[in-house]
Nanobody
Framework: QLQLVESGGGLVQAGGSLRLSCAAS????????MGWFRQAPGKEREFLAA????????YYPDSVKGRFTISRDNAKNTVSLQMNSLEPEDTAVYYC?????????????????WGQGTQVTVSS
């Protein structure tokens, strides 16, 4: 059973940066896709980035491409999301997620494991 724990959220001014981390425990293979999502009040959960744990290949939607970077550290069993040029519209709860296999998908319901979320607030 994979367990995910996010950290690194907080309050940042517009234009600033944050780095979120997701610690994964219970992983028994490299065949996982790790993803980051966010959910703002009253909105649906939004896909931000994904990485194949084995190969390190990544995928981003156009909405965050160039601002957000996902990476993984095999030695520490962590996946990170570096977020730059943050704006108030980026305020949300950010979630780490995982699914078995190597297929990258952008739909939240396709991910089997979720962290508890970490709040990111961007002030203007």
């Amino acid at each position: 059973q994979l367990q995910l724990v996010e950290s690194g959220g907080g309050l940042v001014q517009a234009g600033g940066s944050l780095r979120l981390s997701c610690a994964a425990s219970g992983r028994t293979s490299s065949d996982y896709v790790m993803g980051w999502f966010r959910q703002a009040p009253g909105k649906e959960r939004e896909f931000l980035a994904a990485i194949r744990w084995a190969s390190g290949s990544t995928y981003y939607p156009d909405s965050v491409k160039g601002r957000f970077t996902i990476s993984r550290d095999n030695a520490k069993n962590t996946v990170s999301l570096q977020m730059n040029s943050l704006e108030p519209e980026d305020t949300a709860v950010y979630y780490c997620a995982a699914r078995g296999g190597v297929l990258i998908v952008t739909i939240a319901n396709e991910y089997n494991y979720w962290g508890q979320g970490t709040q990111v607030t961007v002030s203007s």
